[in-house]
């Protein structure tokens, strides 16, 4: 049986932290719209609590933020968040819970995939949702949104997260392990 705080403690952490995190760059909308500030929060739910927390988390975070400030607006911006938020919660702690090894490379692996399949998620909502209500999604937009607006989002969660795990992984709190770690800690259970 898991520990109480990593299975509800520490995902409503993460929640706070995504609804909190936004009023730092806020300010300034443009710069909170490239930083990606409810990102980092979801990525480090995924790692540290499991893909499905992570799952859950992503998916509730936009749109419980838009309830309760107005930011994102509810449709479509909120609305496609939490699809993108969820698939990088979702991949990020799946591909992570089942590498061979919890390492720095193994960790960016992870990372990098998440936001690429979260950033397709994203896209494919858009479309979705722009269809339904008689708008167009062109590929240039989804571009635009999804990677050469986000350049210094994606750059802050290529820096941040491995940071952060490595900072924890310092502490012991959330440590890195080897495949042989893995055998044992399962040997053990």
């Known amino acids: 049986m898991k520990p109480v705080s990593k299975s509800l403690v520490l995902p409503a952490f993460f929640l706070a932290l995504g609804l909190v995190l936004p009023f730092l760059t806020g300010q300034i909308p443009q710069i909170g719209k490239m930083l990606l500030p409810m990102h980092i929060p979801v990525l480090l739910c995924g790692l540290i609590c499991g893909w499905q927390r992570g799952a859950v988390v992503g998916f509730v975070l936009p749109l419980l933020r838009s309830m309760l400030f ?20 979702l991949v990020i702690g799946l591909l992570y819970s089942r590498s061979r090894w919890h390492c720095l490379l193994a960790l960016y ?4 995939l998440a936001m690429l399949a979260g950033r397709v998620v994203w896209g494919l909502v858009q479309t979705l949702q722009l269809g339904l209500t008689g708008g167009a999604f062109t590929f240039q937009m989804f571009l635009a949104g999804a990677f050469l607006n986000a350049i210094p989002g994606i750059l802050a969660q290529l820096i941040l997260v491995p940071a952060i795990m490595l900072a924890l992984d310092r502490t012991g709190l959330v440590p890195f ?13």
């Open 177 to 189: 392990r080897t495949s042989r770690d893995k055998t044992h800690e399962d040997a053990n259970a």
């Open 109 to 112: 692996r992870c990372l990098v």
């Open 70 to 89: 107005g930011a994102p607006a509810f449709f479509p911006a909120a609305t496609a968040m939490a699809f993108e938020l969820m698939a990088y919660g």
